[in-house]
């Protein structure tokens, strides 16, 4: 009895010591944005919304959060439009080669950001393609492709080739039979794909610091504000771009994984 | 001759099917060939090359791989690299077992998965951003030195900031929260009858521990050890935030190629040198390495 309830506490001391580790940076980060002086450091002088100001008066800071949103939506639709079509064309036809094309197609998921951007890095340099959102984008598609294609070819079984069959005997073509059928069944996996891939391109930063040149993404942007040392403005950057993340990953738990629980 | 007919009319309907289905993958084919083969068999050519002043020479030589090897600077490098990626992929497990395990037998189950939101929770702070707080927790003036100094535990700060000690803190946090994820979902697969059965054979909790939870839970661990073990021997963010410049690790000296001194050359190869690291930590693993299809 007495051991039970020492290991119980124990579990309970452990859990609580390891949030506190991961929680310790995100609290610290969080409070001390509201700081009222210039150190985002203790002692905490007074709660003030001073930081938050200027940040939203930043125009290089507002610019990079405007590009960082149109790079990774333009990269996410690409990643999803190229994954599901080639995840059909493998799930449904039969091609020679098909393990070698999914492997192809897999393939850049298993090398190092920092690898995959060197690689376009000098390939843009030798082809003297000058660097802009446009080469990040592109180099974004490179890490979403595959982890988009892997999501919806695993979710493409082969119960839903009958009701593909039957759309196909009532007179569709693939074009239909894509946009109206299969799409439709697999909407969960390629909201999932989609989001996931909004969040790996919003979050980047190697790829989109070494192939970009004036326009930049947050995370750079934010990279080139910690050169001035400890800021509290970094903080509200950093609170406010947190909360929203947290929310909307609330608004995907309470609306897409409730309904697909439900199903 | 009615046969040989629908035969016909069948294989033209494949033929037109097939180049259909070509048509279907061949945009994503095209796309990777052109931003990622090709880029990369480019950059493994001019890792052959050399730099003179500005430019490239297109010289044939693994001149730059044995440069790697003789000059310290560049293979300690790779060896800081090695030494904080196995050090945060066995701290990171160690710490992140327990954790799972507790989320997943102590928790009652209606609060699990709440659990499991909490503990990731800060896995979505932006990824420069995580590496800086824990800046504002370790530096000189940070939350640690002055809590320390307050109640009289010290008398001068500690320099924690800018050290290997730092860069491992920020890695570890990262990686609990990635390891707890994936052995957590290990766990609950667990059916319960396999313990059971062990206890019934006489099993302690320990032996039950050791001899049947551990080894069925191996797998889970390994892809998170393997997903840990890439991810922190690529990254540049953490060590260059938290690790400064002191005992660099490969990803930095590589940054540091291209910057200063535009020796594209040199940056290739070391790239190489780390890809060829992460193969061989994934031969070492690959047999609990099955990723699953449906």
């Given at each position: 009895m007495l051991r039970q309830i020492s290991a119980s506490v124990l579990s309970w001391?452990?859990?609580?010591?390891?949030?506190?580790?991961?929680?310790?940076?995100?609290?610290?980060?969080?409070?001390?944005?509201?700081?009222?002086?210039r150190l985002p450091v203790p002692p905490f002088n007074g709660f003030s919304l001073q930081w938050y100001?200027?940040?939203?008066?930043?125009?290089?800071?507002?610019?990079?959060?405007g590009n960082s949103m149109v790079v990774a939506l333009v990269s996410s639709v690409i990643s999803v439009l190229l994954g599901f079509l080639a995840a059909y064309a493998l799930a449904r036809y039969k091609l020679p080669g098909s393990a070698l094309q999914r492997g192809l197609l897999i393939a850049p998921m298993t090398v190092s950001y920092?690898?995959?951007a060197l690689g376009l890095l000098s390939l843009m340099n030798a082809l003297h393609v000058p660097l802009s959102l446009m080469t990040v984008g592109i180099g974004h598609v490179v890490i979403n492709l595959p982890l988009c294609?892997?999501?919806?070819?695993?979710?493409?079984g082969d119960h839903h080739i009958n009701i593909e069959r039957a759309a196909r005997d009532l007179g569709a073509n693939d074009f239909k039979v894509m946009a109206l059928v299969t799409a439709p069944m697999l909407m969960p996996s390629i909201l999932a794909a989609f989001f996931l891939s909004v969040t790996f391109s919003w979050d980047e930063f190697i790829i989109a610091f070494l192939l970009s040149r004036f326009d930049v993404t947050l995370p750079v942007e934010i990279w080139s504000m910690l050169r001035s040392g400890l800021n509290p403005k970094t903080n509200a950057i950093g609170s406010l771009v947190f909360l929203a993340s947290v929310a909307v990953l609330l608004i995907l738990e309470l609306s897409l994984f409730g309904r697909t629980k439900k199903q | 001759m009615a046969d040989a007919g629908t035969l016909s009319t069948a294989t033209a309907l494949e033929d037109a099917d097939r180049r259909k289905a070509w048509g279907f993958v061949a945009p994503a084919l095209l796309w990777t060939i052109a931003f990622f083969v090709v880029p990369f068999a480019f950059m493994a050519a001019m890792s052959l090359w050399k730099r003179e002043g500005r430019d490239l020479v297109r010289v044939w030589n693994f001149d730059n791989y044995a440069r790697f090897f003789s000059e310290n600077a560049l293979f300690q490098g790779l060896v800081n690299s090695l030494e904080i990626t196995v050090i945060v992929t066995v701290i990171s497990v160690l710490l992140a077992y327990p954790l799972a395990w507790i989320i997943a037998e102590r928790v009652p189950k209606r609060l699990q998965r709440m659990a499991l939101i909490l503990a990731i929770l800060p896995f979505w702070?932006?990824?420069?951003?995580?590496?800086?707080?824990?800046?504002?927790?370790?530096s000189k003036n940070g939350v640690i030195n002055q809590l320390f100094l307050n109640i009289g535990l010290?008398?001068?700060?500690?320099?924690?900031?800018?050290?290997?000690t730092a860069t491992v803190i920020g890695f570890v946090h990262f990686f609990v929260m990635l390891l707890t994820l994936t052995i957590y979902s290990n766990l609950i697969q667990l059916s319960p009858n396999y313990r059971r059965a062990a206890a019934d054979l006489g099993a302690n909790a320990f032996q039950t521990f050791w001899h049947v939870v551990l080894p069925l839970t191996l797998p889970g661990i390994m892809t998170g050890a393997f997903l840990t073990f890439v991810l922190c021997i690529g990254d540049y963010?953490?060590?260059?935030?938290?690790?400064?410049?002191?005992?660099?690790?490969?990803p930095q000296i590589i940054m540091?190629?291209?910057?200063?001194?535009?020796?594209?050359?040199?940056?290739?190869?070391l790239s190489i040198v780390l890809m060829l690291a992460v193969t061989v930590a994934y031969l070492a693993c690959a047999r609990w390495l099955k990723i699953e299809r449906a």
């Open positions: 001391a452990y859990l609580a010591l390891v949030y506190a580790f991961i929680f310790l940076p995100v609290a610290v980060l969080v409070l001390f944005s509201f700081q009222d002086g100001e200027a940040v939203f008066a930043d125009r290089k800071l507002m610019a990079a959060l920092l690898i995959i294609f892997a999501i919806i070819y695993a979710s493409m | 702070t932006s990824y420069v951003v995580r590496s800086y707080s824990w800046l504002l927790v370790l010290i008398s001068e700060p500690l320099e924690l900031a800018s050290t290997r963010v953490t060590p260059q935030i938290l690790g400064g410049n002191n005992e660099l690790v490969l540091l190629q291209l910057g200063r001194r535009a020796d594209f050359p040199m940056a290739a190869a």
